[in-house]
């Protein structure tokens, strides 16, 4: 095969590895670890089962529960795209209020691996951005020597 075929199958490869995402999972009332502050140590990132999905947070309003006052639920997961109807989905967060029981969360979505971490959650598009960069040098490199 022509070098140049190549190098653009791998990067096509490095771009499309991106699309199965892995997040984590996990539910602050099974574990306080995965409260606002989150204790990525103890947990692994899972890979969600298909495309279009997002790595996404949910963060309730604080209510009382087992007895604790203020306490804050959170949970972190897989977000298939389309699952709360009306919400925007962009990378961020956005409050959701359903229809259904006027029950109203904070919603975070983001697009990188593991990126379900933090307590807030930036638009990430870097990681795609350094992988272009990085297949145009590679491209650049072949192409002079
Ligand atoms: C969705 O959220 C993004 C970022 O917060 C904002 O720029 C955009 O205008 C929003 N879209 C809609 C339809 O509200
Ligand atoms: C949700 O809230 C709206 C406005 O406060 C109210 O009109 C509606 O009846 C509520 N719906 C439910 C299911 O509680």
């Known amino acids: 095969m022509p070098r140049m075929l190549v190098q653009g199958i791998t990067c096509l490869t490095l771009l499309t590895l991106g699309a199965a995402i892995k997040c984590y999972k996990c539910h602050n009332s099974n574990s306080d670890a995965c409260g606002e502050i989150f204790k990525s140590y ?34 972190r997961t897989c977000y298939p795209m389309g699952s709360l109807p009306g919400i925007n989905e962009t990378d961020g967060c956005h409050y959701w ?8 969360a904070e919603y975070c979505f983001c697009s990188t691996d593991g990126c379900n971490l ?21 491209h650049c490199m072949q192409t002079m020597l």
């Open 42 to 75: 103890q947990f692994s990132t899972y890979d969600c089962a298909t495309e279009n999905i997002k790595c996404g947070k949910q963060t309730q309003p604080p209510i009382t529960h087992n007895g604790r006052e203020n306490w804050v639920g959170v949970i």
């Open 97 to 104: 209020t359903n229809p259904s029981d006027n029950f109203t």
């Open 118 to 138: 933090a307590s807030r959650l930036y638009n990430n598009g870097n990681a795609i951005v350094l992988t272009v960069a990085l297949c145009a040098i590679m």
